[in-house]
C-alpha cells in the first residue's frame, strides 16, 4: 500500500504501462482506479497469481508511462474529487483528509 520510489513500466493487459501499485487489494484498487481516472490517467488492472484460499491481490497501472506516483503525491499534483491536494496520507488511505504537511502527519 505504500509508495515504492522505483518508477516500473511493464506489460499489463498487452498495453506498456507505469506501475502504480502491486498486490493490490480489491477496496485498494477500487480507490485508486476512481482517483486516477478523475484525475484523467487510463487506469489498467490485472489480477495477480491467485493463490488457493487468500484474497485475490491485483496489479494498478497507468498508460502514462512519464508518470510516477512517488513524484504525483510528494508534488501535490493530484487532486481529490473534491478539489484538494492528494496528501501522502490520503493516497496511503490513513486518512480521509488531504493534509499536505506530510511532515506533521502521524498515524
Known amino acids: 500500500m505504500t509508495l515504492k520510489a522505483k518508477h516500473i ?22 480507490f485508486l482506479k476512481k482517483l486516477l481516472e478523475f484525475n484523467q490517467f487510463e487506469v489498467v488492472v490485472v489480477a495477480e497469481s491467485l493463490v488457493e484460499g487468500s484474497p485475490a491481490l491485483f496489479t494498478i497501472g497507468v498508460t502514462d508511462l512519464v508518470f510516477n506516483p512517488v513524484i504525483a503525491v510528494y508534488e501535490l499534483s493530484l487532486k481529490t ?9 490520503y493516497w496511503n488511505q490513513y486518512s480521509t483528509d488531504s493534509v499536505d504537511e506530510y511532515w506533521d502527519f502521524v498515524k
Open 81 to 89: 474529487t473534491d478539489g484538494k491536494k492528494v496528501s501522502p496520507a
Open 9 to 30: 513500466v511493464e506489460e499489463i493487459n498487452g498495453t506498456r504501462c507505469t506501475v502504480v501499485e502491486k498486490g493490490a487489494t480489491a477496496d485498494r484498487v477500487d
